[in-house]
């Protein structure tokens, strides 16, 4: 079996802290030992890599000028060609993720992905460029808002709201300008009580107790809980006395929004009607349904059901 390369992925927007960053990581003796790593730079910003910092010299810098680049052949010529044993990836934010993780050569795995915020820009990155924020926030394993002003917690509030919309695990610090670090530790309460005899789910938090579900399933499991959403009858994966329940969600825009449904289980299934509107009082058991889940899912179990109203907002969103 050929020896896996681990790939450090440093995502953002230009200006946003990746170099200097990557900068620090190769000027560490635990990290930069000597043995060759290729340094993939996909944007020119004002701050350039400074090679005499280096820990160790075997640190080959390349430039990947354009999207259309990132093949699986330029990028395992590129490490071969200077015996890399590390890759080290300063990515574009302009470019979607999905450009880089779909020709990643095979024996490359990304070991550790870091995205890193101005803070002062974050508000209007995310209004503006919402779908590109999402791409990045969504698999990093931690977000480093850096220029973060000293005291603002409504934007750390802020920030962890539409972070956790997103990636309920990463871990997200806040650097002041004079590098003081702090990590968010906000724990937010569900906005429906888990612990009622029935917890009642409002149309504004589908997305909310759908992520949350499929997250911790087993937190659910016993639980009763109430809510509306759109059935599906007419589906292979599921066998005879089951169904489909779920919302339209809207993870970033108008062009991200996906049907995210649960399996249901009730006898009278069949004589729902298709895509129609209708709420559910169920208890939550986990089961294995393959063509639907992974190991174990979620599934409601109904104890009651009936036609519904369209609600006011039918996408549902996280915030």
């Not at 490359?108 to 791409?135: H, K, P």
């Not at 639907?292 to 899912?297: A, C, F, P, R, S």
Request: aromatic fraction near 10%; hydrophobic fraction near 40%.
């Amino acid at each position: 079996m050929a020896k896996q390369i681990p790939v450090y992925l440093f995502t953002g927007f230009l200006e946003s802290g990746k170099t200097r960053f990557a900068q620090e990581t190769l000027g560490d003796k635990t990290f930069n030992n000597g043995e060759p790593i290729l340094l993939l730079v996909c944007e020119e910003g004002l701050e350039e890599y400074d090679p005499t910092e280096f820990a160790a010299p075997n640190v080959y810098i390349r430039a990947v000028e354009k999207e259309s680049e990132l093949t699986e052949e330029r990028l395992e010529s590129l490490r071969r060609a200077c015996g890399a044993q590390y890759v080290m990836v300063e990515y574009n934010g302009m470019w979607m993720l999905d450009s880089l993780y779909s020709h990643l050569p095979r024996d490359w795995a990304v070991a550790q992905e870091f995205l890193f915020i101005d803070a002062r820009t974050f508000l209007n990155y995310n209004n503006n460029m919402r779908q590109l924020m999402v791409d990045k926030m969504q698999s990093c394993e931690l977000a480093v808002l850096n220029r973060f002003p000293a005291g603002d917690e409504d934007l750390k509030m802020q920030a962890h709201k539409i972070i956790r919309a997103v990636n309920r695990r990463c871990d997200i610090a806040f650097e002041t300008p004079d590098g003081k670090i702090s990590y968010d530790e906000i724990q937010l309460p569900l906005p429906y009580d888990l612990d009622a005899p029935v917890a009642e789910i409002q149309d504004a938090d589908y997305a909310i107790f759908f992520q949350d579900i499929m997250e911790e399933p087993e937190k659910y499991r016993g639980k009763t809980v109430a809510l509306k959403g759109r059935a599906v009858i007419r589906s292979r994966s599921l066998k005879p006395g089951y169904f489909f329940l779920g919302r339209d969600v809207m993870t970033c825009c108008v062009n991200d929004i996906r049907f995210l449904p649960l399996a249901a289980e009730w006898k009278d299934a069949g004589t729902l009607k298709n895509l129609a509107w209708y709420t559910v009082t169920a208890q939550v058991g986990l089961e294995s349904l393959p063509r639907v889940y992974d190991g174990q899912g979620p599934v409601l179990r109904v104890q009651s059901i009936k036609p519904a109203s369209v609600p006011e907002q039918e996408v549902a969103t996280f915030y």
